[in-house]
């Protein structure tokens, strides 16, 4: 005699459940590097902005100039100052500047 028995179905709900959970958990730690990376990406090309301007100032006016409102006022530079802490030491007008650029915590 045939008869028919229900399959329990609670394995196949429980695995389901853990491999959603540990797809979403690899997702959104793989958007955390990336926000990172795109922030240490943005803060180098930053400081490359500002070395350039700085580099321009120099080959028009022949000086380096002391601080950074002036690259801002004058040639365009636009920084973030709420996403990056920036370091300028300018030195001497004929020496290049110090030019650090952080991200902020």
Not at 23 to 33: E, H, N, P, S, T
Not at 46 to 57: G, V, W
């Amino acid at each position: 005699m045939y008869v028919d028995k229900k399959r329990r179905r609670w394995p196949y709900f429980i695995s389901a459940v853990l491999i959603l959970a540990i797809a979403g958990l690899i997702v959104w730690r793989g958007a955390q590097v990336s926000a990172a990376n795109l922030q240490e990406e943005s803060a180098v090309a930053l400081r490359a902005a500002i070395q350039r301007s700085a580099l321009q100032c120099y080959v028009v006016e022949g000086a380096y100039p002391s601080n950074l409102a002036y690259l801002e006022e004058n040639y365009g530079l636009q920084i973030n100052t709420e996403d990056f802490h920036v370091v300028y030491d300018a030195f001497a007008s004929n020496l290049p500047p110090y030019v650090q650029v952080t991200v902020r915590p």
